[in-house]
């Protein structure tokens, strides 16, 4: 029986990640599998009993389950404290690394009833169907940091940047045989022009490349691509780049569905695979009910699909989605005129209903 860890985090992840739960149990029971699952702390409710963000107890929880599901972590007391106690810093980045979670799937898809939420123009992002990987245990936000006070008293910040082929090339791969399996496009996102690490990056690409004879590649400068994005976003395929790269490319084509609310991700690699929304905590409007619970939903999808190859289970669940849409219902970030405002409980109320 698939054991699921739940790690609900902070502020809206309390209310989203309880109606993907709820998703996932009546896909159990409509399907006849058995799913366990196992609650565990993280952020500030594990601070506040454990005296850290990630206590051992739920990292264990982790790794002894088949799939995690987690909402989102932050909040204004976690900021107050010191940078090594802070829940992205503590919790987040070493759960992903410890569990060898190098590649972030986050599909962008613009589901058509949804082409008016977007704020770019219809005719932009009509049929957009983007899969991005982003590397997810390297990079800046992994190296080395300190801090300096020179001796004029200037205060200096250092963060590094460093990356290897085998890190390149595991993730390279993955999105290679991603882009095999599609529409045959690769786009390899750098900085090669002034980063050391991105040349390294696109050699290494270039190397794999030979593999995939099929695969049509292509290199882009990062900040062409954010470009681009917003240009003619239809041309990309499949999407490959670094850690910080791919945070910062995922948040703006989320854009593209109308919200950060709708972009799901998978976190893969290791042993047990991590399922997330790609939106944070959203303390501004935790607890009213008001948040868009889709994303999780639709990462609990992606568990079905990449965990379990339940796949006419996950497809379940994304159709679900897409009818509650047509019909009409949107949770505030992706409301339209002619549409009907409702919360999260009664968005994954609905979803369920079309299941
Ligand atoms: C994300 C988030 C995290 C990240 C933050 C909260 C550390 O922005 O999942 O994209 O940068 O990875
Ligand atoms: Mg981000």
Same mark, same amino acid.
């Given at each position: 029986m698939p054991n699921i860890a739940v790690l609900a985090g902070d502020g809206i992840g309390r209310e989203i990640v309880p109606q993907a739960v709820e998703t996932l149990k009546l896909i159990a029971t409509k399907y006849k599998h058995e799913f366990e699952f196992t609650e565990a702390l993280v952020s500030e409710d594990a601070y506040e009993k454990?005296?850290? *963000?990630? *206590?051992p107890q739920t990292l264990e929880v982790c790794k002894q389950s088949d799939a995690v599901l987690l909402g989102a972590v932050g909040s204004p007391k976690m900021d107050q404290l010191p940078p090594k106690l802070r829940p992205e810093r503590a919790a987040l980045l070493p759960l992903r690394k410890e569990l060898g979670l190098y590649a972030n799937l986050r599909p962008v898809i613009v589901y058509d009833v949804l082409v008016? =939420? &977007?704020?770019?123009k219809p005719e932009i992002v009509k049929g957009v169907d983007i899969l991005t990987f982003r590397e997810l245990t390297g990079g800046l936000y992994f190296g080395s940091k300190k801090r300096a006070t020179l001796a004029d008293g200037t205060e200096e910040a250092v963060d590094t940047l460093v990356y290897n082929t085998k890190e390149i090339e595991r993730i390279v791969r993955l999105a290679f045989e991603a882009a095999h399996a599609r529409r045959k496009k690769l786009t390899s996102v750098d900085k090669a022009n002034v980063l050391e690490s991105s040349r390294l990056w696109r050699e290494t690409v270039i190397k794999i490349a030979s593999e995939y004879p099929d695969v049509e590649l292509n290199h882009m400068y990062v900040d062409n691509c954010a470009m681009q994005l917003v240009r003619?976003? =239809? /041309?990309?395929?499949v999407i490959v780049t670094e850690n910080m790269f791919g945070d910062i490319l995922t948040d703006q084509a989320s854009m593209l569905t109308g919200s950060l609310g709708m972009l799901a991700s998978a976190s893969i690699g290791g042993n047990v695979a991590l399922y997330e *929304?790609?939106?944070? &905590? =959203?303390p501004d409007i935790a607890? /009213? @009910?008001? =948040? @868009?619970p889709l994303a999780t939903i639709l990462s609990a999808a992606m568990m079905l699909r990449y965990s379990f190859k339940l796949e006419r289970e996950a497809s379940a669940i994304e159709n679900a989605v897409r009818q509650v849409l047509t019909d009409g219902y949107r949770t505030a970030d992706i409301m339209a005129e002619g549409c009907q405002k409702i919360g999260t409980k009664e968005m994954g109320a609905m979803v369920r209903a079309k299941l």
């Amino acid at each position: 029986m698939p054991n699921i860890a739940v790690l609900a985090g902070d502020g809206i992840g309390r209310e989203i990640v309880p109606q993907a739960v709820e998703t996932l149990k009546l896909i159990a029971t409509k399907y006849k599998h058995e799913f366990e699952f196992t609650e565990a702390l993280v952020s500030e409710d594990a601070y506040e009993k454990y005296g850290h *963000p990630l *206590p051992p107890q739920t990292l264990e929880v982790c790794k002894q389950s088949d799939a995690v599901l987690l909402g989102a972590v932050g909040s204004p007391k976690m900021d107050q404290l010191p940078p090594k106690l802070r829940p992205e810093r503590a919790a987040l980045l070493p759960l992903r690394k410890e569990l060898g979670l190098y590649a972030n799937l986050r599909p962008v898809i613009v589901y058509d009833v949804l082409v008016d =939420a &977007s704020t770019l123009k219809p005719e932009i992002v009509k049929g957009v169907d983007i899969l991005t990987f982003r590397e997810l245990t390297g990079g800046l936000y992994f190296g080395s940091k300190k801090r300096a006070t020179l001796a004029d008293g200037t205060e200096e910040a250092v963060d590094t940047l460093v990356y290897n082929t085998k890190e390149i090339e595991r993730i390279v791969r993955l999105a290679f045989e991603a882009a095999h399996a599609r529409r045959k496009k690769l786009t390899s996102v750098d900085k090669a022009n002034v980063l050391e690490s991105s040349r390294l990056w696109r050699e290494t690409v270039i190397k794999i490349a030979s593999e995939y004879p099929d695969v049509e590649l292509n290199h882009m400068y990062v900040d062409n691509c954010a470009m681009q994005l917003v240009r003619w976003p =239809a /041309q990309f395929d499949v999407i490959v780049t670094e850690n910080m790269f791919g945070d910062i490319l995922t948040d703006q084509a989320s854009m593209l569905t109308g919200s950060l609310g709708m972009l799901a991700s998978a976190s893969i690699g290791g042993n047990v695979a991590l399922y997330e *929304p790609a939106h944070g &905590s =959203a303390p501004d409007i935790a607890g /009213q @009910n008001l =948040a @868009n619970p889709l994303a999780t939903i639709l990462s609990a999808a992606m568990m079905l699909r990449y965990s379990f190859k339940l796949e006419r289970e996950a497809s379940a669940i994304e159709n679900a989605v897409r009818q509650v849409l047509t019909d009409g219902y949107r949770t505030a970030d992706i409301m339209a005129e002619g549409c009907q405002k409702i919360g999260t409980k009664e968005m994954g109320a609905m979803v369920r209903a079309k299941l």
